[in-house]
């Protein structure tokens, strides 16, 4: 009999088994259905290098990420924006000073994106990120899909695109498939479409770490010992008000409390006893998770940023777009990743990877030149083909499900609590997500055990 159980070793998981042994509540199992921890963070190397093939950017608000890399001594660096950006949108191209797109529009699409913002920012303001379902116009909102909205709202064609870009950069699924309050709760929970869109400062995707942000789940895990438990699938869950059972490829475990931080799309893999509410069944047979296949290129040195460039590009008419500089200092070699996102994820990834390399080299070397073909190294990772985790960068919920069942994401069941980054209200979709829910069921978990204080 243990005093919780954890099902899931991301960095929600991990959270989670952290601030409970802070607590005081020391009896803990973690169990992790792969080979090693970090969830949806991913060790990788490329040409010599450790990289990240999951989740790797911080932002300057992302407070618990932060604080657990100074904890653990892993350093950041600036995205590299010396130079110009690449942008090619609805036909026309421009490049800009570090990530400056406004070249891109005439005066009508500046008075389209004001008024845009305006109705933007109207519906942003009363939207309460802890139940995002009360918003006063919730259900009409989460009726609709967020290019209803654009159609409807936004003037300029050029913008629209422009936001369809951003909106499958930011969830790896197309606008026409996502709910408009989905949508509002994510970018308020990571302070708004200007952060979230942004490598500079102030920026979510403003640091990245050396050597990768896949080391601080492991040095994580690696303090918690024993209690971790790799390649363990749970497979089934028994629960009473005051107890739990986890039944998993290697036997049985009960506890008095039952954390489960894996990806939302994943519950429905576990069998439980009784069943979970139908509500919240229905939450988790709906959502759907993101289609991401991100790739790494590395060259000897990075020769665009002598032709004026910093890696930079976002176009409507290439598969493989956003991609950036990423290239740690302290080194000679010229790195960039980049991603397929959303339907473009869905339709390459049963290519081989040769293929989808010809086409990043072909679009690199259309705007870098020739050098751009021969890399010393290219390497992309599926996600969506990850069975443990169904695809990234996180789930999303289709019209009609938000407003109607969205506060069953994080409702305690009996001695159950639910992590995981969907869960958190504050940014949402992110490791410092998964960190803060993780934090949050821990304390859920501890009130419940009567030892919070």
């Known amino acids: 009999m243990h005093d919780v159980i954890i099902i899931g070793a991301g960095f929600a998981g991990l959270a989670a088994a952290k601030e409970l042994e802070r607590l005081g509540v020391s009896d803990l199992l973690i169990l992790e259905a792969r080979d090693r921890v970090g969830g949806r963070t991913r060790y990788g190397e490329v040409g010599g290098l450790a990289v990240d093939f999951g989740g790797m950017w911080l932002g300057p608000t992302q407070i618990r990420l932060a604080g657990l890399a100074e904890q653990y001594q892993v350093q950041t660096y600036p995205t590299y924006l010396d130079g110009k950006a690449i942008y090619r949108v609805g036909g026309k191209e421009h490049h800009g000073e570090r990530e400056d797109p406004t070249g891109l529009f005439g005066v009508g699409d500046a008075l389209s994106y004001m008024s845009m913002n305006r109705k933007l920012q109207g519906l942003l303001r009363p939207l309460d990120c802890e139940q995002p379902w009360a918003h006063p116009q919730a259900a009409e909102l989460d009726s609709m899909t967020v290019e209803q909205w654009l159609a409807e709202n936004v003037r300029s064609s050029r913008l629209r695109q422009l936001y369809r870009l951003l909106c499958f950069s930011l969830f790896c699924a197309e606008s026409a498939q996502i709910s408009m309050l989905c949508f509002l709760h994510y970018i308020k929970s990571g302070d708004g479409l200007d952060v979230l869109s942004s490598a500079d400062e102030g920026g979510a995707q403003n640091f990245l770490f050396h050597g990768g942000v896949h080391q601080i789940g492991r040095r994580m895990a690696e303090e918690l010992g024993g209690k971790v438990r790799l390649n363990e699938p749970a497979l089934r869950i028994g629960w009473a008000d005051d ?53 790494w290129v590395v060259y000897e040195a990075p020769f665009w940023r002598r032709k004026g460039f910093n890696g930079t590009v976002l176009r409507d008419d290439a598969p493989c777009t956003p991609c950036m500089d990423v290239s740690p200092p302290g080194q000679d070699k010229g790195v960039i990743a980049g991603f397929f996102d959303g339907d473009h994820a869905l339709n390459h990834g049963d290519q081989a990877m040769a293929e989808r390399r010809r086409l990043v080299l072909d679009m690199l070397a259309e705007h870098f030149g020739s050098e751009a073909r021969t890399p010393l190294d290219y390497v992309d990772i599926d996600w969506t083909a990850e069975h443990w985790s169904g695809g990234c960068y996180g789930a999303y919920a289709a019209p009609g499900i938000y407003q109607r069942y969205g506060k069953w994401l994080r409702a305690p069941i009996g001695p159950i609590r639910w992590a995981g980054t969907e869960t958190s209200f504050r940014w949402t979709g992110y490791i410092e997500g998964a960190i803060r829910s993780g934090e949050r069921a821990a304390q859920e978990v501890a009130q419940q055990l009567e030892v919070y204080t």
């Open 243 to 295: 107890l739990v059972s986890v039944e998993t490829t290697q036997g049985k475990h009960t506890a008095k409390s039952l954390v489960v931080a894996v990806p939302p799309t994943l519950v429905e893999r576990l069998e439980f006893s009784p069943s979970l509410p139908h509500p919240k069944q229905a939450l988790h047979a709906k959502l759907a998770m993101g289609s991401a296949i991100k790739f």
